[in-house]
């Protein structure tokens, strides 16, 4: 029930109370906490109470919060329902002494609870009764197992099928003595009554009744709904049906009455209520092992997002049609970065929820880099860790997914539509508050993380949800919040701190979770070691400047906790394509090396350096100029570069008929590596160009979350003021002001905007209806400051801010003052 009545002082106005009223009887600080518990509630803000009210006992708002409720606060809830039914004996809600005698839990335990229930506005308290919402009668069809009452369950039956029940139990019949059904639910629950029709259908009919008293309360018979009389019964059943202890709902199939089940549990709602969750054990997990184990896979997570979008920034991979990411381009990713295809799949996701990786076109586009990447990668590695941290838990999107097809046998890709699950979110954070409530020295087993989750969240249990718990322990792992299967420390201080202030973790200047990660990850370093055989082994994370030169001269042999990269003539010839000189390559390294460079890296070097450029491609159709004839004739001979179509112009010049992009990759093919020169005879050496995406076409971590973000506590206390104005211009006592009577005629918006003029002089408040430019009226009170040119400009306290309003626009005008009369037009 919901009314916008003004509950009046002392809250009553001489009306029943509803839960329209109880909640205007909140203060600010639980509407609040209220906001902060179901953030649906003011997505957006309700203009007031009654707005607020019908929001929050709406169906879909009411199955959003009761997903949460854990086993015990549920089964509470479900007392409340059974026990407050207004069709039972005794009217609507229930006192809380009934309620804790009828849960077989501890007093206080089922009082707390209670409180959850009404700081969740699931229930109301009216004249110390507790009253759950009205929907929940709908939701909850049989709480605790229970059926309907037996005032419901006779209201559907014809009055012909009441009269022998009411005569057997020796009450008139037909309706001239009020409704049959009330009569008869009336007699059967008076005290004692239904002992003595218990005994009247005999001892043979209580096996029937004990099936179906601690539920399911529904029972197939056949002929259930045939004539039956206590004089002409023949069995049990026939007894139970004559005396309404049964009652019919359908051709075969019977009901058990709410009371006379109650009666039979001896009051009790259930046999047992399992008020605190499982213990959550496991295997004993030092937490020092812990925590290096996380801190070790958040590097090799930094690592690899950087290494995988570094590659992807020069040779990145196409956009497929349905947008998605290829299963080729994903092996190729899973094999570079040294992990299987759902470890590649999750960083991938992770990458494109922290808005680091974005498709470059919706139609024959590529998934590039960011620019945000430029900065993500020059940030302390805490920051990148939390940013992608922080996108997971937000993220939607369940990278294990890949692969599996959806309803219609279509494949599911990565970055592809059909990968996002709405409760993904709230699962992982579960997930992770579960790890954390384990004792300290403990990694919980995942049998005891999935049993507590049962106690949880008992309403979500599946298929589905089993298999998002089983992925967010996996994802968990993979992306270092856990080590050694128990929750690392800076994995709990960003549960902790996540969503306390509206800047995320990683722009802030300082986080408890960023401190204790910093402290465990290795520092960047300058040095690496260079060795014989042609490799350097860098002991930890590199500084930003020798990780890349060190990328463009040698490439990746193995990683782990050192990465050991190994020079080539090729890797060696990257560096000089990309313009870097043999001595700057030489002296480089030896800056960096903490060895003695070794001679075989010098020989290589400078072999590599004195072949590079000796061939030189420029424009004819195109040309090769070479200082020594000799590599000209060797080429000029080589049969496998026939289809080059070369010719001497020059002892040092060949042509070809090839253009010079053909000419260059096909000579590079041969072994012969040329470089390009301009026109004046200079060499041309370029790197291949690092490209990003249009930062537009990155969205923000969370933006396909469907389920809204907790305001923060300042959000939620403007969203209370807002409501609370809201609340007084719906109802606010107001006056009419009626227009002036004046010889001349005068029109409506004459007599506002002389009210109004009137106002803002007096400076009074005034009611006003107004229709915004979308024709949606709302009710507004504003303290006018001046009139003219067709608007008013004014303090609007529904909103907290001046606003001008057309009014033409303006559909009514109150006065809010008590006394005096109606300013009177001057003219």
Known sequence: MIDHADPGPGGTSGRPPTFTSWL?????????????????????????????????????????????????????LEGLVALGDDRMAGGPGVHPDRLAAAVPAPAERVGEAVADLLSLALVWRDSGRLRPVAVLRDILRAPAGLGPPLRALLGERPAERLNPVAADLGLPTGYAQGDPAERIAAALTAPGRIDDLLALAGPDARPVLDRLVWGPPQG????????????????????????????????????LPR?????????????????????????????????????????????????????????????????????????????????????????IETAHAAGLLAASGEVDGEWLPTPDFDLWRESPGE???????????????????????????????????????????EVRVDVLLALAAAPEGTAPAPDAVAARLAWLRPRRQGAAYTELVDTALREAALLGLTGAGALAPHARALLEEAGTEDTPLAERDKTRAGELLAAELPRPLDRILVQGD???????PLVPELARELALSADVESTGGATVYRFSADSVRRALDA???????????????????????????????????RLRIGTASSYLRCDEPTVLDEL????????????????????????????????AELGYHPVAEAADGTVQLTRPEARRADPRAAPPAGRDQEEPAPPGPELRMAAVRAVRAGDEAATARRRPVPAPDSAP???????????????????????????????????????????????????????????????????????????????????
Not at 408 to 422: N, Q, V
């Open 259 to 347: 009371e006379v089940a109650l009666h039979l549990r001896g009051g009790r709602l259930f046999t047992e209520v399992p008020a605190d969750p499982p213990p959550l054990e496991g295997r004993p997990a030092d937490p020092a092992t812990a925590m290096r184990a996380a801190a070790g896979q958040v590097f090799t997570v930094l690592r690899s997002v950087e290494e995988l979008l570094e590659r992807w920034s020069e040779d990145p991979p196409g956009v497929l049609r349905s947008g998605g990411l290829g299963t080729r381009d994903l092996r190729r990713a899973a094999r570079d970065l040294d992990t299987d295809d759902t470890g590649a799949a999750v960083l």
């Open 24 to 76: 205007r009887q909140r203060s600010d600080a639980e509407l609040a906490a209220l906001f902060a518990y179901r953030p649906d509630l003011v997505t957006p803000v309700p203009a007031d109470i009654g707005a607020l009210a019908a929001r929050a006992t709406a169906r879909p708002a009411v199955l959003r919060v009761l997903d949460r409720l854990d086993r015990f606060t549920l089964c509470v």
């Open 383 to 425: 920051r990148r860790w939390l940013r992608l941290a922080e996108a997971w838990l937000r993220s939607p999107r369940v990278a294990s997914l890949n692969g599996t097809r959806d309803a219609r046998g279509r494949p599911r890709t990565i970055l592809g539509p059909g990968l996002d699950r709405r409760s993904a979110p």
């Open 745 to 827: 005629p005068r029109s409506s918006t004459a007599a506002t905007l002389s009210v109004l003029a009137h106002a803002a002089t007096e400076g009074r408040r005034v009611w006003i209806g107004y229709l915004d430019s979308d024709g949606r009226a709302s009710s507004r009170i504003v303290e006018p400051a001046r009139v003219e040119g067709g608007f008013l400009t004014a303090y609007d306290a529904t909103r907290a801010a001046v606003h001008r309003f057309a009014v033409h626009r303006i559909t009514g005008v109150a006065d809010l003052d008590s006394p005096a009369d109606p300013p009177k037009d001057p003219a």
């Open 636 to 667: 000029h001979s080589d049969r496998r570069a026939a289809d080059l179509g070369l010719f001497r112009l020059a002892p040092t010049v060949l042509a070809s008929r090839t253009t010079r992009p053909v000419l260059m990759a096909r000579l």
């Open 534 to 540: 042609l490799t350097a082994v860098a002991p930890g």
């Open 579 to 613: 313009g870097r000189g043999a001595d700057d390559l030489i002296a480089m390294l030896e800056r960096h090396s903490a060895t003695e460079l070794p001679q075989p890296l010098r020989y290589l070097v400078a072999d590599v350096a004195r072949r590079h450029g």
């Open 220 to 255: 197939t018979v056949s002929g259930a709904d045939r004539r039956t009389g206590l004089a002409s019964a023949a069995s049990p059943i026939d007894r139970l049906l004559a005396l309404a202890l049964l009652v019919p709902v359908g051709a075969d199939t019977v009901a």
